[in-house]
């Protein structure tokens, strides 16, 4: 993509209204602009981000068995009255009434539609078990939206739900999604960390956050490897050796509840820990909550003795739309982003130091084309812009890796190659710099 195309609205100071740095982040390079409170429109740089984070999710759901489905975002409001939640869910809960007087809502989420899919679709426990997942917009009509993306009214969020035929098999389902999670948050370069936590609204007995360290987090942790270690045996993970390499990502740090945190600190041996407080923004959260939908809804199966068995549940969230907020408040810098390879709306962006010059125009037409030939996705910055600015533009959208082609350099066939984390920068020869982001 060409820059001087390209749809790119950046602001060079600080937005007013925005409080944290990846609110003012995202509005500065050009990533989203507000529609109205908690709302907002993703234009074509952070849409390239969203979808990054989207195809992770959909890598790891798939691989770990989930199927992907899409349910509406327009609910009926009886299905939530079979389950008793339309009246208990909150003032978060956008009602609405269509044409002939029919209650309806704005999903916030989707038991009750998944659920009542599979009542009408699945009898027999020989189609057990079943994971089925979709990533849709929700909307809960948060009182006081802020943050940006990071606690907006409207979301994009993966749900998946599981479907067994007893405790036990619930159980191996709720793992499943526990490792999946771990997964799918270090693949975008977060240490995220796992959480006993209440269930809410959603509901069940069993429930875990995943937590990223961030000072603007809303949730509560602390370090202790010994509890983070109890944790996991008392919750019956059993998936030990694909644990390994994810625990050492949490670098000790153990979550807890507040009741749990309380109790710790006036426990002399927990204190000779040295356990170490720190705050984290909830990108994830798995519930199993048993039948509490499935026991409402009548959502049943037929076992192998004919009996009728009422099926065992879990749910299972990531914010999608929150997790590009969430990258950014665990990589950057004072001169903007850092995009871990992964999620990078573009994996390299050309700077032509000198557009009038034939020989630099040359250069960078001969990479740019290369490159994407190859598959990179490249941001070329061809605008008459000064060095100064094309520099500051690149180091706030903060792309993996910077090709910089400038009149002396095209002279002895180089060109120099900077990367964004740490900002090494090598003189290397057009062919060697082309082999390097190819590779």
């Not at 993509?1 to 390209?6: H, I």
């Not at 989930?66 to 909150?90: F, K, N, T």
């Not at 700077?351 to 990179?376: H, P, R």
Request: glycine share 8%.
């Amino acid at each position: 993509m060409r820059l001087s195309e390209y749809f790119l609205p950046t602001l060079k100071e600080n937005p007013s209204e925005a409080q944290i740095l990846s609110h003012r982040l995202m509005l500065r390079a050009g990533m989203i602009r507000q529609s109205s409170a908690g709302i907002y429109s993703w234009l074509p740089f952070g849409h390239r981000v969203l979808r990054r984070i989207e195809q992770i999710v959909r890598e790891e759901m798939d691989a770990a068995g989930c199927q992907e489905l899409l349910m509406p975002v327009i609910q009926p409001a009886d299905l939530w009255r079979e389950s008793g939640r339309y009246d208990d869910y909150g003032r978060e809960m956008l009602r609405i009434t269509d044409r002939h007087e029919r209650e309806m809502l704005f999903g916030p989420t989707h038991e009750e539609v998944i659920t009542d899919i599979f009542r009408n679709n699945i009898k027999s426990y020989r189609d057990l078990p079943k994971n089925l997942y979709q990533i849709q917009w929700k909307f809960r009509d948060e009182m006081r939206p802020r943050f940006g993306v990071m606690r907006g009214r409207e979301f994009l969020m993966k749900d998946n739900y599981s479907f067994d035929l007893d405790m036990d098999g619930a159980r191996r389902s709720y793992n499943r999604m526990f490792i999946a999670y771990l997964r799918t948050f270090a693949r975008m370069g977060l240490k995220a960390i796992p959480m006993r936590a209440a269930a809410g609204p959603i509901g069940g007995n069993l429930s875990h956050e995943f937590i990223v360290l961030a000072h603007t987090g809303e949730s509560q942790v602390f370090c202790d490897a010994a509890l983070l270690e109890r944790d996991i045996l008392a919750e019956d993970i059993d998936y030990r050796a694909n644990l390994a390499p994810l625990v050492e990502a949490w670098t000790g740090y153990y979550a807890a509840t507040d009741e749990e945190h309380d109790a710790a600190a006036f426990d002399a041996e927990v204190e000779a820990s040295r356990q170490r407080i720190a705050r984290g923004i909830e990108v994830g959260h798995i519930f199993y909550f048993g039948t509490k939908y499935s026991k409402a809804m009548g959502a049943v199966v037929t076992n192998a003795n004919g009996e009728a068995i009422t099926v065992e549940m879990g749910s299972y969230g990531i914010g999608v739309s929150r997790l590009v907020g969430t990258v950014i408040e665990a990589s950057h810098d004072d001169a903007g982003i850092i995009w871990p390879k992964a999620v990078a709306p573009f994996q390299v962006g050309i700077v032509n130091l000198k557009v009038g010059d034939e020989s630099c125009n040359a250069a960078c037409e001969s990479l740019y084309c290369q490159l994407s030939g190859a598959g990179v996705d490249v941001l070329y910055d061809d605008r008459d812009e000064r060095a100064g600015v094309k520099f500051a533009t690149m180091e706030l959208i903060g792309l993996p890796w910077q090709l910089v082609v400038g009149p002396r350099g095209v002279k002895n066939g180089t060109a120099e190659l900077k990367a964004r984390v740490g900002g090494e920068a090598e003189t290397l020869s057009l062919d060697v710099a082309l082999a390097r982001l190819v590779g």
